[in-house]
């Protein structure tokens, strides 16, 4: 589905950039909605959806999780439904209604 398709893309430029506020990096995997998500501390996330916007965030138990991996997760979370809901917003505003003329 193009509109889908669309929202996929809007979601992911608009995620990276959220990212990168926290020095956060975005790798998209081979397998399609796959991403894994690193954080300064070296802390993995995995980010995945089998249907979007229903988006799944796991860490990933490499090395010790701290306080500071918390604090990286609740951002990470933060910013996906920031994403989700700004990327939402846009398709509905960008809807074309057209009106029928007698």
């Excluded at 909605?33 to 995995?46: H, M, Q, R, V």
């Excluded at 990327?87 to 057209?98: A, G, M, Q, R």
Aim: charged share 25%; hydrophobic share 35%; with cysteine.
């Amino acid at each position: 589905m193009i509109v889908t398709s669309n929202l996929i893309s809007d979601f992911e430029k608009l995620f990276r950039q959220k990212l990168q506020l926290n020095n956060c990096k975005l790798k998209k995997k081979k397998q399609e909605n796959n991403y894994e998500i690193i954080t300064p501390a070296s802390d993995i996330f995995l980010m995945s959806w089998g249907e979007f916007p229903e988006i799944t965030l796991v860490y990933q138990p490499i090395g010790i999780r701290t306080q500071q991996t918390v604090v990286y997760e609740q951002a990470i979370r933060a910013h996906i439904k920031s994403c989700v809901t700004s990327v939402k917003k846009n398709s509905e505003s960008n809807l074309v209604t057209v009106d029928k003329e007698s």
